[in-house]
């Protein structure tokens, strides 16, 4: 396992349309973070699992977001009817409970582009 | 709030000289801060962090951090840098949330660039 695989890689996509991104964390880590990241700005933190189980989500994700992490392993966030504020890159980090360590690894992100 | 600052948009240092990315903290209780770097379309790569212990944390590539209590302030510091140091460095603290589990807040970023 070579680390934290985020897919696609970019995504142009119209106003309106609905969007699907994946994260696969890598195996043995059990937390998953997404993030979104615009222009000029830190990583926002979006969502938290643990395992399959949803723990925590921010104000930043609004109604037309919805993420799941159906078996504990691998994450899907879903944008619908996107809008051209949600053109950002949407990070993801895993990390492993019980470590002290509390350091993420992330992926290499996926680059949405609403137009 | 909890949160960190980066007062810098951009430093600039010559290669070969010492460099500083600076960090304000502030959190209720004892801080769990953190520094990431990110390279152009890649996402952050893990470079230090402080829990407890020693105030001087080594990471990689050659960086260190002083954490610095009465200051609250976590600066990121290289002694020689490298033109491949070239790139974003967040600053980053743990913060519990209303749940009780704990996230990552960041800061808005440093570009460092190192010129040959």
């Known amino acids: 396992d070579t680390g934290v695989s985020q897919d696609p890689r970019h995504k142009i996509t119209k106003r309106g349309q609905n969007v699907t991104f994946r994260c696969d964390p890598i195996?043995?880590?059990?937390?998953l973070y997404w993030y979104r990241q615009t222009l000029g700005q830190g990583p926002e933190f979006l969502t938290y699992?643990?395992?399959?189980?949803?723990?925590?989500k921010s104000r930043l994700l609004s109604d037309r977001f919805s993420a799941e992490r159906p078996k504990g392993s691998f994450s899907t966030l879903e944008i619908q009817r996107t809008e051209q504020g949600d053109s950002a890159m949407y990070l993801c980090?895993?990390?492993?409970?019980?470590?002290?360590?509390?350091?993420?690894?992330f992926g290499s992100g996926t680059r949405l582009t609403v137009v | 709030a909890q949160s960190v600052a980066q007062p810098e948009d951009q430093v600039n240092v010559a290669e070969g000289n010492p460099l500083t990315v600076k960090c304000t903290y502030s959190?209720?209780?004892?801080?769990?801060l953190f520094w990431y770097v990110q390279y152009p379309n890649r996402g952050l790569q893990f470079l230090l962090k402080?829990?407890?212990?020693?105030?001087l944390v080594k990471g990689s590539y050659g960086f260190e951090a002083e954490f610095n209590k009465s200051q609250t302030s976590f600066h990121l510091k290289k002694p020689s840098a490298l033109v491949s140091d070239s790139a974003l460095y967040f600053c980053?603290?743990?913060?519990?949330?209303?749940?009780?589990?704990?996230?990552?807040?960041f800061g808005k970023g440093t570009m460092l660039l190192v010129s040959p």
């Open positions: 959190v209720s209780g004892n801080p769990y």
């Open positions: 980053a603290v743990r913060v519990v949330m209303n749940s009780g589990y704990s996230t990552l807040t």
């Open positions: 195996s043995e880590h059990n937390r």
């Open positions: 699992f643990q395992n399959e189980a949803q723990l925590e």
């Open positions: 402080y829990i407890t212990g020693d105030n």
């Open positions: 980090a895993s990390s492993l409970e019980g470590t002290t360590n509390y350091g993420y690894t």
